[in-house]
């Protein structure tokens, strides 16, 4: 019987997506049988500002086997609880999209149903007061989840890490190199493929080295070199849709403890990030080339950095869109090859992530089977639509009229998937959550609520409980939260005692 395993597996790239696939894989299929190779240009500069995660990636440092403060360490890390968004539904205004959870869900109804019923009643506090994390991120407190108190806000404390995706990028190579993975330094020049099957059968590099695989996990950042250059797979273009183009990245010096969560302030075409690490700031301004040059956005950057830079301005460019095939016959794109969502929600490193795991579920023989490819086609096509669709909503979701910007944002056409979400919550705030999708309703309630979104109505079940048994719970819930946030040490000092940086 011929032989069908896959033994020799080709990473093209090894920026933030080429170690997370190399470590992932090497953790994974750990089979004496099986190659892994990792083809890397130090000629060719990753991207590397991604700095900012979401909490799944907790999932992703264990897989790895990674000790966490270990890993905040080396990768001068600080705990991210939320983002906080300034100036999105109108000028002035500010909220938090928190990690965690609002208040509990009672009678089998989301919390947010018997908020409503509250406010209606005119007794509401500001719907923040019932969330832990929002009001830890407030006074810059943090703690791990205390899981020995399990009807205590505290058990549900969710949190992921501001970090600098280079010393990530770094800290994985070791433990890809140490799992068997090898590397080669070299850039690609030639992709050879097979006469029939238009299957890539090597890639040979500059020295005139030629490195042949079974399968390529295509993780060369934007260029897509094997995925679009080589196999041509096409790429949807979701710039009507989401018409932020470039962006330019700026560390400076930090100034005051480090908080823990990220701030998107929106400009007048696009918006700012600003992410605390241990060692410094992460800063970038995201802005649409129709509406903004390039040096009114490094000004309007460098005016609003809270410290001294201590760097070079990084310009880069980009288009918001999926690849039409992510996986295109012997080739699965993964990273920035396979497709790009603005960093509004910190997603690309977790679709690195779930791409990892959507590969090894799907994971060939030398056959390549149509089906498992289409398979994993369309839920990759489904997920990037679900990210797009509610990070939209935070540009379209908008009240402002001040700048040709955000008058083409708030009048713009959107998915179809959105509308329908919207019409629904508008008339008596309903929130769904599907197919598993990544934000889950808080999510969708943080940004609605938060940019003034607010419902006709609130859900008829939650009129079940008496107003006065409906009071009583609402003030325990949210006097939990105050006794809770009272527990919590300050982030720095929770840093400075379990995981603070050596260099
Ligand atoms: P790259 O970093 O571009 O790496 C490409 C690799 O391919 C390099 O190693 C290069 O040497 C190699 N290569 C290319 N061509 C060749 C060749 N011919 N021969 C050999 N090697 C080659 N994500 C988040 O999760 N959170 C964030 O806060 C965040 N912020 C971002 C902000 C901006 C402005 C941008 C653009 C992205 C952001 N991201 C963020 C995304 C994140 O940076 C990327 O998803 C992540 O860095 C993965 O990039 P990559 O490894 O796919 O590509």
């Known amino acids: 019987m011929t032989d069908l395993k896959i033994r020799n597996i080709v990473i093209v790239g090894g920026g933030t997506a080429g170690w ?22 130090d000629a060719i500069a990753t991207v590397g500002v991604g700095e900012a995660t979401i909490p799944h990636i907790l999932y992703y440092n264990r897989l790895l086997g990674l000790d966490e403060d270990e890993f905040m360490r080396r990768t001068h890390a600080t705990f991210k609880t939320g983002i906080e968004f300034v100036n999105w539904g109108r000028k002035g205004q500010s909220y938090i999209h928190p990690f965690g959870p609002y208040g509990a869900n009672m009678e089998g109804l989301h919390f947010h149903h018997f908020w409503m019923r509250y406010d209606h009643m005119g007794k509401a506090p500001p719907l923040d007061n019932y969330s832990l994390m929002i009001q830890a991120a407030r006074i810059g407190k943090f703690q791990r989840p205390d899981t020995r108190q399990p009807n205590s806000p505290l058990s549900a404390i969710a949190y992921a890490f501001q970090f600098d995706a280079a010393l990530y990028a770094r800290y994985l190579r070791e433990i890809a190199e140490k799992g068997g993975v090898k590397r080669t330094e070299g850039k690609i020049v030639r992709v050879s493929q097979h006469a029939e099957t238009g299957h890539v059968q090597s890639v040979s590099l500059e020295s005139g080295e030629v490195i042949p695989g079974d399968l390529f996990v295509d993780c060369s950042g934007f260029r897509g070199l094997l995925i679009e250059q080589t196999l041509q797979s096409g790429f949807e273009d979701w710039s009507a849709y989401l018409p932020c183009d470039r962006a330019v990245a700026r560390g400076c010096e930090r100034v005051g403890p480090p908080l823990p969560y ?22 970038g301004h995201v802005y649409c080339s129709e509406f903004m040059s390039d040096d009114a956005a490094l000004e309007s950057l460098n005016r609003d950095l809270d410290g001294a ?9 980009f288009k918001a869109g999926v690849r039409k095939k992510p996986w295109n016959k012997n080739v699965v794109s993964i990273g920035l090859s396979s497709g790009f969502l603005e960093p509004l929600e910190s997603t690309s490193i977790h679709l690195v992530q779930t791409a990892v795991a959507r590969l090894m579920t799907n994971f060939p023989d030398k056959l390549f089977n149509q089906p498992d490819i289409d398979y994993y086609n369309r839920r990759t096509q489904l997920e990037y639509e679900q990210i797009r669709d509610f990070i939209v909503l935070h540009y379209h979701a908008t009240q402002r009229d001040d700048s040709p910007f955000w008058n083409y944002c708030r009048t713009m056409e959107i998915p179809k998937t959105l509308l329908e979400r919207l019409q629904i919550y508008q008339e008596n705030g309903r929130l769904y959550r599907h197919d598993n999708e990544l934000f889950n309703e808080v999510s969708w309630l943080a940004v609605l609520h938060g940019q003034n979104i607010n419902p006709k109505r609130y859900h008829p079940i939650a009129d079940i409980l008496p107003e006065a048994e409906l009071e009583s719970r609402m003030r325990r819930m949210e006097a939990n939260v105050a006794t809770s946030l009272d527990l919590m040490p300050l982030h720095q000092a929770f840093i400075e005692r379990h995981c603070k940086s050596r260099d």
């Open 20 to 41: 997370m696939v190399a470590a992932g894989m090497a953790k994974l299929l750990r089979d004496d049988d099986i190659k892994i190779c990792l083809v890397e240009s």
């Open 262 to 283: 990220t701030r998107a302030t929106a400009k007048s075409a696009g918006w700012q990030w600003r992410i605390p690490l241990q060692s410094r700031t992460g800063n």
């Open 309 to 317: 830079p201590i760097s070079e301005p990084n310009f880069l460019r």
